[in-house]
């Protein structure tokens, strides 16, 4: 079991930068693969970028490659997702989510346990 819990998320300009966190409560943390989804109004939750266990590893939807940056500190049981170059369709509630053996990459399906979300707004 783990818990997810996300911040960092706000009100930003376009072409501005955040940065979001996810801290992971629970043992074992870094036996866990981590993942970044976001949900706009009235759409369905959206992969956005996802990282192996041992760091490694990274995966990021073609909208953010080359503008957003995952990664993870096992020894503070944190994943980051540094996110430059915002643009107004980046708004949406972010999810930071995690599974023990990352199969669907993409697919909110994939991941066992989700954290509640933080708002990111880009203004243009």
């Known amino acids: 079991q783990v818990q997810l819990v996300e911040s960092g998320g706000g009100l930003v300009q376009a072409g501005g930068s955040l940065r979001l966190s996810c801290a992971a409560s629970?043992?074992?943390?870094?036996?866990?693969?981590m993942g970044w989804f976001r949900q706009a109004p009235g759409r369905e939750r959206a992969f956005v970028a996802a990282i192996r266990w041992s760091g490694g590893t990274t995966y990021y939807a073609d909208s953010v490659k080359g503008r957003f940056t995952i990664s993870r500190d096992n020894a503070k049981n944190t994943v980051y997702l540094q996110m430059n170059s915002l643009k107004p369709e980046d708004t949406g509630v972010y999810y930071c989510?995690?599974?023990?053996?990352?199969?669907?990459?993409?697919?909110?399906?994939?991941?066992?346990?989700w954290g509640q979300g933080t708002q990111v707004t880009v203004s243009s």
């Open positions: 989510a995690a599974v023990n053996s990352l199969l669907l990459v993409s697919s909110p399906a994939g991941y066992k346990y």
């Open positions: 629970g043992r074992a943390f870094s036996s866990y693969d």
